[in-house]
């Protein structure tokens, strides 16, 4: 059998010719052997970095994932592409369970996607010890640090895990969001062996950044006003809006239905089954409008979402940037607007990090350690506030410093640069070379197959490869071929599909490009 390069692999299931910033890098280490502490910034394309080892590597990768939402989602587009994957939780039945892990065993999958807490399950533990893991892959690694702003205790015990196989395999682990302390932390708590640390840098520069402070005159609520506004500009795409609280969160959402829009609320307070199909209506495209608290988050893998609105402020910046950094993860343009009142600050302070409970809530700490993690957390969230009442100062460049990467010039995409937010209710020109009512007429029918196939939209074809499409006007195979993006697998699926819409579009008679 001849093995494929890592970019024979690229071309075949992905169908890209050139790796993103850093992605070759970290994979050639990984091949090699080197344990990894990656902080890639969303939609720089972390989940290839290990799923090209897989496909390069014999035995099998798992890939540590804190959703079952995310998983169901990331094995999907997985298979759809042609790789084999699975991923085992507690969506699954025992009996699933067991014959899951009797065809990994039998080398049926190169990804297996679990949730850390599996990892403490004796059946898995014992069919790891037997099975080739060539390596583990812990996404969202920021989860095992205190530090973090997405904790989870059952993070700290994969080092355990790791040490009870019989060869220890690669760990390879990826946050979009880390500064330094928490780097740290997940250097020491999965106990990697001299890594290579890549921070790839957090600036995207296709995201434009805004912060408001909307008035209106009356009862209304200013804040759901410009939400309205901007929504009625951008109906054709798809958006989050995040708040602090369940309450906000279905308020806004009802206020939306009741001006003719199509959006949901969602938040930890609903049950499993709720919450699963908001997502996939999102995911699909039904949905194009979500308004949420950050229980909407990490288990999100949808790149064409292009706008992120804060109706409530966050805690931290940190925080804010993974948040708002869910829009635009296809590298096309998106919008990330926060909308600050000075009661949002007073209610973080006060209800979420001074309250009365605090020291029940975090029992393990010391009086001393609980001081110093409410210093910190106020100190945190000061930061925000600045950030959110800026006037003058660069948004992108407060972001960066943040992070460690400092940026001495004007970005001219934020609203402080440009004092332009009013200027975002609007709707928006088509300045780019694409002929958009076939770019419409394409993803129609990119939907309509989705319906057909149960694949997501942007996994048969996203908003880059739709406006490519619509500015090459492919109509024979082999000029399909050359659009980037666009896959082996895809063509022999969807292609005389796209074929025939660009056809029927110009009914016979394409432009030349």
Not at 274 to 293: C, H, K, L, S
Request: hydrophobic share 35%; glycine share 6%; aromatic share 10%.
């Amino acid at each position: 059998m001849i093995e494929l390069t890592i970019n024979e692999i690229l071309r075949k299931y992905y169908g890209y010719e050139k790796f993103r910033p850093g992605q070759e890098d970290i994979i050639s280490r990984i091949i090699s052997g080197q344990d990894i502490c990656a902080v890639m910034p969303t939609g720089a394309g972390k989940s290839l970095c290990y799923q090209i080892p897989a496909l390069a590597l014999p035995g099998i990768t798992l890939v540590i994932s804190p959703l079952i939402s995310l998983m169901q989602d990331q094995v999907r587009i997985l298979k759809a592409a042609g790789i084999s994957a699975a991923y085992i939780n507690s969506s699954l039945t025992p009996a699933q369970i067991g014959l899951a892990l009797q065809r990994a065993a039998a080398g049926a999958y190169k990804i297996i996607y679990v949730a850390p807490e599996r990892l403490e399950s004796g059946s898995f533990i014992s069919f790891a010890r037997k099975s080739d893991i060539s390596v583990i892959a812990v996404d969202e690694a920021h989860c095992i640090s205190l530090w973090g702003h997405d904790f989870r205790p059952s993070y700290c015990r994969i080092a355990d895990f790791t040490d009870k196989l019989s060869r220890r395999p690669v760990v390879a682990s990826f946050t979009a969001t880390a500064n330094r302390r928490v780097r740290d932390d997940i250097i020491n708590k999965l106990r990697l062996k001299e890594p290579y640390i890549v921070t790839t840098g957090y600036d995207r520069p296709n995201l434009y950044f805004g912060v408001a402070s909307p008035v209106c005159d009356g009862f209304a609520d200013p804040k759901l006003e410009f939400i309205k506004s901007y929504i009625e500009a951008h109906r054709d795409e798809n958006g989050i809006i995040y708040c602090n609280t369940k309450k906000q969160t279905e308020g806004v959402a009802e206020e939306l239905r009741r001006n003719g829009f199509i959006a949901e609320a969602y938040h930890a307070g609903m049950d499993s089954t709720a919450r699963r199909r908001i997502q996939e209506d999102f995911t699909f495209g039904r949905t194009p409008v979500i308004a949420a608290t950050s229980a909407f988050g990490m288990g999100i893998d949808k790149p064409d979402v292009r706008f992120v609105i804060h109706y409530s402020m966050p805690q931290r910046l940190e925080e804010y940037y993974q948040e708002a950094g869910r829009a635009g993860r296809d590298g096309e343009k998106a919008e990330c607007i926060l909308l600050y009142s000075y009661p949002d600050y007073l209610f973080l302070r006060d209800y979420f990090i001074l309250r009365k409970d605090g020291k029940e809530s975090n029992p393990d700490m010391t009086p001393q350690q609980y001081q110093e993690y409410t210093d910190a957390r106020l100190s945190e969230l000061y930061r925000m506030k600045r950030y959110a009442s800026s006037k003058n100062r660069c948004l992108r460049q407060q972001l960066l410093d943040y992070f460690g990467e400092k940026s001495n010039s004007c970005c001219f995409n934020c609203s402080c640069c440009k004092n332009d937010i009013l200027l975002h209710i609007a709707p928006k020109k088509n300045n780019e070379d694409y002929d958009i009512g076939l770019f419409h007429s394409l993803k129609a029918k990119a939907a309509m197959l989705s319906i057909r196939t149960g694949v997501p939209v942007f996994a048969i074809a996203d908003d880059r490869i739709l406006k490519e499409l619509a500015s090459q006007k492919p109509v024979t195979e082999a000029e399909l071929r050359r659009i980037p993006g666009f896959t082996p697998v895809k063509l022999r699926h969807y292609g005389q599909d796209f074929i025939r819409t660009i056809k029927e579009y110009y009914k016979g008679n394409i432009p030349k490009v």
